[in-house]
């Protein structure tokens, strides 16, 4: 299939911060991205290729459309800008890894990089959540949301849209610690 974009770098640099002048390729590829990782696990394989079938055909349904526009193009200006402030802050060259620096501005420190995306991926995330909460407000409408298809190449919608670092599982070395393996059922182990 050749390569559809769910948004355009133009549209992408019309509705953000993002500096007109910055190169499309780059944004190209944190576009792609983010279609591939972030979108099809948000509505499942099933809408996606059909969104992108769509969009490559030029005959978005009503319905598709508001959830392209309103639920998904949101997320996806988010989960982008959190993508390529790594591309656009530093480049592989022939010499190595460079960061960017001119006469007028510095890199940002790694610290600075990693805030920056986290700022962006949350924001992401409560977009994600609100598409989430669409798409099972009308799953009736959505058939391709509850059924996306069978087979091992076929991503699920993932429900629960927020990421964390926190793990809260593991081996329990204590016997007299309750856990809970199932919601609302406490074990002792």
């Known amino acids: 299939m050749a390569t559809v974009l769910l948004i355009s770098p133009e549209e992408f640099k019309d509705k953000t911060s993002v500096n007109g002048n910055v190169d499309e390729k780059l944004l190209q590829q944190s576009i792609l991205a983010c279609q591939d990782i972030f979108v099809q696990n948000i509505i499942g394989t099933g809408i996606y290729r059909e969104l992108k079938t769509q969009v490559q055909a030029g005959t978005l349904t009503a319905l598709n459309e508001t959830l392209l526009n309103e639920c998904l193009q949101p997320a996806m ?8 402030v790594r591309p656009l802050a530093m480049r592989f060259m022939n010499v190595g890894l460079q960061s960017k620096r001119t006469e007028v501005s510095n890199p940002l420190s790694s610290k600075e990089l990693t805030e920056t995306e986290n700022h962006y991926r949350n924001r992401a995330e409560w977009y994600a959540t609100r598409t ?23 991503i699920q919608p993932q429900v629960n849209q927020y990421t964390t670092s926190l793990f809260l599982g593991g081996a329990r070395k204590n016997p007299n610690i309750e856990v809970y393996d199932e919601p609302y059922r406490k074990n002792r182990r």
């Open 77 to 84: 200006r988010y989960w982008i800008m959190a993508e390529c």
């Open 132 to 154: 989430v909460d669409y798409l099972c407000e009308h799953s009736n409408q959505y058939p391709l949301y509850l059924n996306a298809g069978n087979g091992v190449d076929i």
